[in-house]
């Protein structure tokens, strides 16, 4: 049971490079979400998206970009990457019935930019 | 926007000990769900509560949604060293039930 499998584990990019964040369910999840988590802070809700083709800002959507082509796939872009975005970065789904909103969290990618 | 605040932030415990956390909402949820956040890991869920003064249990983990809407509460009994790490409480925001919100954490320290 894969779940929801995110690469790479770990990145360390320079200022201004740019660089896609990949997550894949296997779950046959419509809804994906995209979460930063900075040292000692709870999760902040970068982007979401209730199915393919469609997606929606979250919290802190400024220099990402996201698509979902798929339902499986929910890439994370970042364009030009800031010591800002030093940050884990977590995705998740979820399929949502009845009001039910369990999410389910892949490993995460831990991201330096200097 | 819908903000969740965890109390407390950090506990600190003797092993045996029994452990509890709450968290309130400014607004109305629907639904209350406490993740665990193991270091290096993702978080993962413990227990997932959907109607106003529900209790359930998950082991050791006692946990229950508020009669308010605006609070919900988490216990562990008999804590032991793999308890250690960082809960959540979390729920769907208002503007819409498919966007999550996340409180803050509390950490939890086990001394053995």
């Known amino acids: 049971n894969a779940g929801v499998t995110q690469t790479p584990k770990f990145r360390i990019l320079k200022i201004g490079q740019s660089m896609t964040l990949q997550c894949t369910q296997d779950?046959?999840?419509?809804?994906m979400y995209w979460y930063r988590q900075d040292p000692g802070m709870g999760l902040k809700l970068i982007y979401y998206?209730?199915?393919?083709?469609?997606?929606d800002k979250g919290e802190v959507p400024n220099g990402y970009n996201v698509s979902r082509s798929t339902t499986e796939d929910f890439p994370l872009r970042l364009e030009l990457a800031a010591p800002s975005q030093t940050s884990v970065y977590f995705c998740?789904?979820?399929?949502?019935?009845?009001?039910?909103?369990?999410?389910?969290f892949g490993q995460g990618t831990r991201l330096t930019v200097v | 926007g819908q903000q969740l605040n965890q109390s407390p932030q950090s506990m600190f415990i003797q092993e045996g000990e029994d452990v509890s956390m709450n968290c309130t909402s400014s607004?109305?949820?629907?639904?209350w769900l406490w993740y665990k956040q193991d270091p290096g890991e993702g978080p993962v869920l413990l227990i997932a509560?959907?109607?106003?003064?529900e209790l359930t249990s998950n082991g050791r983990l006692t946990a229950q949604f508020g009669i308010t809407r605006k609070d919900s509460f988490l216990n562990i009994s008999a804590s032991i060293p793999s308890d250690v790490g960082i809960y959540f409480c979390?729920?769907?925001?208002?503007?819409?039930?498919?966007?999550?919100?996340f409180g803050q954490g509390t950490r939890l320290t086990i001394n053995p």
């Open positions: 998740a789904s979820s399929y949502p019935r009845t009001g039910n909103t369990e999410a389910f």
């Open positions: 607004s109305i949820f629907n639904t």
């Open positions: 998206s209730v199915g393919a083709g469609i997606t």
């Open positions: 779950m046959n999840h419509n809804y």
């Open positions: 509560l959907y109607k106003a003064g």
């Open positions: 979390a729920g769907p925001a208002i503007q819409g039930a498919q966007k999550l919100v």
